[in-house]
């Protein structure tokens, strides 16, 4: 088996094993290290013996053996030494041995107990990526605009809260209940984005990211009655996430290089994902309040009802982006509806609304528009006739993303504009 099929089933697994240490013996952020400790030794010995008949349960063995490791450490013997002790013993008992694996999935009792109200909502969204998405410290960093080392502390941080709140593997009281479906929408629509753009490497997308957030967020919405304040919301998501993914065959050629939207072959896009996310969208749009993640899948389904880039209702796009703004004033928003005022209106209005925003907000200097401000005004003066402005701004926007599929779009844009030779 291939290093990179090890790595899929060990990020499927993970959060089942960490769900079946943390329902056994609690201490979520022992569980954590555990289940880390009990991958790596996974990652080592697959490749070269093989996938066990049974790796969860042979994951879920490891796990309990690293986690008394871990609840014996000299660091934690005094506090944590009757525990370890009742671990050792748990792990002989009939009731608690690693046999078969849970029919149920933990994914989305996970994902609430790292929604849990003792912590921030960045918290929550840091730890849940980290537990049950299995992004890196650093692509999480990235999804939140900040450094590593600071994302490491914070995820860090939030597990030793969970400890001294005493958090349970159990659903949430109905109390903190819409505040956590709300964290873990942000965290399942975090995840989508991460894998669809990845921010390193030199492969585009992960669509074991993408297909990992949409199949948690069906798992989510089928949780959840028709009448829940909630559902509409999440039946918003999952559309959004199918509309957008039914364009992941046409985003790149067939030399790998990133194709724009524009550009795409649209008879490549998955009919399929468009039928069903087109159709939980209408399913949900005149039920009641319209949300953030509805007015998304309603953008996106403009775009996929379009036969060709030409026939795209822009305009209604441009309006849906002002509603979206008002919902949701985030500068990846604001940003989006430049662009669309540029389709509908034209480069000159779309950059007076650029300059706007820039007096207003800063979208140039903020972490998660930075370097796609540039290439959007970019893209704005090339529309204008400025070829030398925006071959410089494309530069810029290279120099600021780590993920080589946009680098060498942007380098080429540059490049057709201003030549190197001609420098």
């Keep these: 088996m291939s290093a990179a099929t090890v790595e899929h089933l060990l990020r499927t697994e993970a959060p089942q094993v960490l769900g079946a240490l943390v329902r056994r013996f609690g201490q979520f952020d022992i569980a954590e290290d555990a289940v880390q400790e009990a991958l790596l030794v996974a990652s080592r010995a697959w490749p070269v013996d093989g996938v066990p008949e049974n790796p969860r349960g042979w994951l879920i063995r490891i796990g309990y053996r690293k986690m008394v490791d871990l609840l014996r ?24 041995l690693a046999g078969p694996p849970p029919a149920t999935d933990d994914s989305l009792t996970l994902l609430l107990l790292c929604c849990h109200p003792a912590l921030s909502t960045t918290s929550q969204v840091a730890l849940t990526l980290r537990a049950v998405g299995g992004l890196s410290t650093a692509e999480i960093a990235h999804a939140y605009g900040a450094t590593e080392n600071t994302m490491g502390t914070r995820i860090s941080r939030a597990k030793q809260q969970l400890a001294r709140a005493g958090a349970r593997f159990t659903p949430p009281s109905d109390a903190d209940r819409a505040s956590r479906m709300a964290a873990v929408t942000q965290v399942l629509y975090l995840i989508f984005n991460e894998g669809y753009t990845t921010s390193s490497g030199d492969e585009l997308t992960r669509v074991d990211l993408t297909h990992e957030a949409i199949r948690l967020t069906r798992m989510l919405r089928d949780t959840l009655p028709a009448d829940d304040p909630m559902a509409a919301e999440v039946t918003g998501l999952l559309a959004l ?76 796009i441009a309006a849906l982006y002002l509603w ?4 949701a004033p985030t500068a990846p928003v604001r940003l989006s509806r430049v662009v669309a005022v540029a389709k509908a209106y034209g480069p000159n209005r779309a950059l007076a609304l650029l300059d706007d925003l820039n007096r207003r907000h800063h979208l140039d200097q903020d972490p998660l ?19 030398p402005a925006a ?23 540059a490049d057709r504009l201003d030549p190197p030779a001609h420098r």
């Design 391 to 413: 071959a410089a701004l494309y530069r810029e926007a290279a120099a600021l993303t780590v993920n080589q599929v946009e680098q060498r779009y942007l380098h080429a844009k």
């Design 324 to 327: 979206l703004e008002r919902l």
């Design 369 to 387: 528009t930075s370097q796609r401000e540039r290439a959007v005004r970019a893209h704005l003066l090339q529309m204008t006739g400025d070829a």
């Design 73 to 96: 450490s000299d660091q934690a013997r005094r506090r944590r030494e009757q525990e370890a002790g009742l671990a050792e013993v748990a792990m002989h008992e009939p009731a608690r």
């Design 241 to 316: 996430m199918l509309l957008t993914e039914s364009r992941q065959p046409a985003r790149t050629g067939d030399d790998g290089e990133l194709v724009p939207l524009e550009d795409q072959d649209r008879t490549r896009w998955d009919a399929q994902l468009i039928g069903e996310g087109t159709a939980l969208i209408d399913s949900v749009w005149h039920r009641g309040e319209v949300g953030p993640y509805q007015l998304q899948a309603a953008i996106a389904a403009v775009h996929a009802a379009a036969a060709s880039p030409e026939q795209t209702d822009w305009p209604q």
